[in-house]
């Protein structure tokens, strides 16, 4: 079957890598690519956000499956569209995706299936939020209600960073997405990041991973869309699955499928570990990145065939996905003044001195320009090993990192930190 995978960054670099491992590969095709995809398919000039183009080189090119990487064509309705010229779509309509694209929208779904979540209060305007602070306290959680890349909430600790967060979002800072905030109350936990597989009824657990949103070592510093990650994350054990199915994903998909509008793709829960138990932070209504990145390392299932069964609404006829035992980490590399504006134009060498130990250097913001590659984009690479822990992982994937020339760029160091931290007081414990 030919496919085609949309999205640039890292988390599309790897699911090409793995889309192309399939045997019912036929030619995959990518919009709009990055040079790391490349390697696995042909990158083809088409505008994502141009439905109609999109329709047409997918029939110039006897493409029977769309994968739909980013959250942005989602929300937009580019699966509605393929879907209606008959086409196999991995992603969810239009509708289902609001589930990321608007967090009062997950909110009130939350309230309808009796999910737990934080109390939250939506406000359009200034005099409104103000006064929900003042009924959650601190610190508050304050977030743009649209899509800001990750960059759209705000913990203040007090009421002068509050008061300085509603000001940026009321003033425009964050465009359409900061019409409206929705204000939470607090949760205290452990985050861990969940996948399943969804085809509008049928859910299939597809693996957990935690992710490091803050740029700075020691989890410091503003938030971005991730310095790394990695996977499984051992402490959602199989309990904590079995709650998180039953309290949350499942009750979602089902209100969805009862409205009408069933959720299909992959579908990614961003949840707090409390005392109480798992809470729902977020929904995603893609793979994260780079969480994509550790679970394809450690997928053995044949993904274009579960993207096939997912997107024709056959999972319960397919077996369950497998994912390796040996745990997987990845170390954003990031290009100076990122989450900020990000320094463009960085030469990057070393990657196959990289891979030479078994490494895989996802590509994310990079462009090739006269033969060589250079930084593009804030993420750059997610430099991606393998290992019987999370702590041999860490170290392989540092060592990659090292035979990494790219002097314009850092990276965070403690990637794993909590894990490795948990797995050596669990070895002095015996
Ligand atoms: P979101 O974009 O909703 O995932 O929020 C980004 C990050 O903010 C999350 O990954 C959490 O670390 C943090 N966060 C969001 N909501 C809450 C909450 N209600 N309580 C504590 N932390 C939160
Ligand atoms: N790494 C977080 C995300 O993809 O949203």
Redesign the pocket.
Known sequence: MNVLLIGSGGREHALAWKLAQSPLMGKLYAVPGNPGIAEYAEVARVDPADHRAVIGFCRRHSVGLVMIGPEAPLVDGLADNLRAMGLLVFGPNREPARLEGS?GFTKALCTRAGIPT?AYARASDRLAAEAALETFGF?A?I?ADGL?A?K??V?AASEDEAKAALDAMFDGGFGAAGDAVVI?????GE?VSFFVLVDGETVLPFGSAQ?H?RVGDGDTGP?TGGMGAYSPASIFDAELERRTMDEIVRPTVRTLAEAGTPYSGILYA?L?LTREGPKL??YNVRFGDPECQVLMMRLESDLLELAIATARGELAQAPAPRFSDRAALTVVLAADGYPGTPAKGGEIGGIDRAEASGAKVFQAGTASEDGRLVASGGRVLAVTATGATVGDAQQAAYRAVDAIRFPTGFCRRDIGWREVERLSRESLQG
Do not use: L, S, T
């Open positions: 967090k934080a610190p959680v977030k800001a990750g759209g909430v913990i939470e109350e607090f949760m205290e985050e992710d949103k938030n961003g707090m932070v977020e």
